[in-house]
């Protein structure tokens, strides 16, 4: 599997902005999607925002209007700009990796990301 690189997130008060960031190996020419999955301790994990390299970005009811999703052309990066942060979003965000055929799927470590005054 290849290794996923993560950064960005950390604190912001509310109405802030934060950005996160995710790269696979820009080789690996099986991944048709990146992007955001966010999970509270003693709740499921739920999608925040994705990333199709051929159909564009879909977003999670609660972020709409304030998240954006984006792809780096040519490369298997995507970033995410947190926009209007609020308290809710607080969460570990993990990049996704969709792969197609026989490819397993590939998840990062997650990245906190607290909304808070």
């Known amino acids: 599997q290849d290794q996923l690189v993560e950064s960005g997130g950390g604190w912001a008060r509310p109405g802030g902005s934060l950005r996160l960031s995710c790269s696979a190996s820009?080789?690996?020419?099986?991944?048709?999607?990146m992007g955001w999955y966010r999970q509270v301790t003693g709740k499921p994990r739920e999608p925040v925002a994705l990333?199709?390299?051929?159909?564009?970005?879909n977003y999670g009811d609660p972020v709409i209007g304030r998240f954006k999703i984006s792809r780096i052309n040519g490369e298997n990066t995507v970033n995410l700009q947190m926009n209007r942060l609020k308290p809710e979003d607080t969460a570990v965000y993990y990049c996704?990796?969709?792969?197609?055929?026989?490819?397993?799927?590939?998840w990062g470590r997650g990245i906190q990301v607290t909304v808070s005054s």
């Open positions: 996704k990796v969709a792969r197609r055929g026989p490819q397993d799927d590939l």
């Open positions: 990333f199709t390299y051929t159909g564009g970005a």
């Open positions: 820009k080789s690996d020419s099986s991944i048709y999607a």
